[in-house]
């Protein structure tokens, strides 16, 4: 179990995308580990944009992290609206991902 740093409830880590800060010094960004393996701290957060928008209201990236500085979480940002699932659901419950018939 695992608690999302949006919405602050806790889910089994399966549900939840971890992420964690990349780069030195003024240059670091927050990157998605979907896959669990990048090097250090980790924090989680559900793939929702709701989610996202909340942990970003309560600035709660940086202390999720332990961060001194900004963290950019546009790339962060972008995996979520390319996976996003609604805070709550099961994979079964997810919705099929959107696809674009004109590609």
């Known amino acids: 179990m695992r608690t999302c740093v949006g919405c602050r409830k806790r889910a089994p880590a399966a549900s ?10 003024g240059d670091l960004r927050l990157l998605p580990d979907p896959g669990r ?24 990236f940086g202390r999720a992290l332990r961060l ?3 963290a950019d979480p ?9 996976v996003s699932v609604p805070c ?8 099929e991902p959107r696809h674009d018939p004109a590609r």
């Open 16 to 25: 939840l995308l971890r992420f964690v800060a990349a780069g030195s010094g």
């Open 37 to 60: 393996r990048l090097p250090g701290r980790g924090a989680h957060l559900h793939p929702d944009p709701a989610c996202f928008a909340q942990a970003e209201r309560r600035r709660a």
């Open 68 to 70: 001194t500085g900004f």
């Open 74 to 82: 546009e790339l962060l940002a972008e995996h979520i609206r390319t």
């Open 88 to 95: 709550g659901t099961t994979d079964d419950e997810a919705p």
